[in-house]
């Protein structure tokens, strides 16, 4: 079983939607928590950083962790097609293992105008 | 500021060939890791330097191989290819290696794409 499980999707919603996406973990050394916006040829970009549980907002993208269920979800508000891209979430440790990633597979987002 | 560059962007190799691969993280980012994605197994953790000295190390052959020099630079080598390296290599970089309270998150470059012929 994977560390971390993510619905690889894919997803396809229209323009103005309400996307969810989410992870789980199961390792509780995890303290980290992130999400990235992959586009096709080009690296993972850093969408949200979250250190602890609960809300953090930064513009339409809403990041939430429960780390009592160790659940992670990424909300996107008034989708774009501009958003259509691969979601990735990734966690990791403190302390000396902080330089290690452990990534979800990835969630397929197409938003359709 | 110049963010994650990685060199070169493409490369065809043939099987039993090696590579050395490159990064230049965010300046005055000390922690590289390095990553490989393909699309069956997604986003792999290779390994991680920091201050010259590899600090963490994933489920990877010793074929793969890396190295940090003291301008945080990195470099990793993949000797003896082989097909199943076709892949997207990621490299990431840091500017707090140790996590600490708040941290910071890692910074991607577009990475280096290779095909095993």
């Known amino acids: 079983q994977k560390e971390v499980e993510q619905d690889p999707g894919p997803l396809s919603v229209p323009e103005g939607a309400i996307v969810s996406l989410n992870c789980t973990y199961s390792?509780?050394?995890?303290?980290?928590f992130m999400w990235y916006r992959q586009y096709s040829r080009k690296g993972p970009e850093l969408l949200m950083y979250?250190?602890?549980?609960g809300n953090k907002e930064d513009g339409r993208f809403t990041a939430q962790v429960d780390k009592s269920s160790k659940y992670i979800s990424l909300f996107i508000r008034d989708s774009q097609p501009s958003d259509s891209a691969t979601y990735l979430c990734?966690?990791?440790?403190?302390?000396?293992?902080?330089?290690?990633?452990?990534f979800g597979q990835g969630t397929i987002l197409t938003v359709h105008p | 500021k110049a963010g994650v560059t990685q060199t070169p962007r493409y490369l065809i190799k043939t099987r039993g060939q090696q590579v050395t691969l490159s990064c230049s993280p965010i300046?005055?980012?000390?922690?590289v890791s390095w990553y490989q994605q393909t699309p069956g197994q997604g986003l792999q953790f290779l390994f991680e330097?920091?201050?010259?000295?590899?600090?963490n190390k994933g489920n990877f052959p010793g074929r793969f191989s890396g190295r940090q020099f003291s301008n945080s630079r990195s470099e990793m080598n993949v000797s003896t290819l082989e097909l199943g390296d076709s892949a997207l290599y990621l490299c990431?970089?840091?500017?707090?290696?140790?996590?600490?309270?708040?941290?910071?998150?890692?910074?991607f470059g577009d990475g280096t794409r290779l095909s095993i012929l």
């Open positions: 990431a970089s840091s500017l707090n290696p140790l996590g600490r309270g708040q941290g910071q998150p890692q910074h």
């Open positions: 390792n509780s050394a995890f303290q980290y």
């Open positions: 330097y920091f201050s010259e000295t590899q600090r």
């Open positions: 990734a966690t990791n440790a403190g302390g000396t293992s902080y330089g290690k990633l452990t």
């Open positions: 300046s005055g980012h000390r922690s």
């Open positions: 979250t250190y602890s549980s």
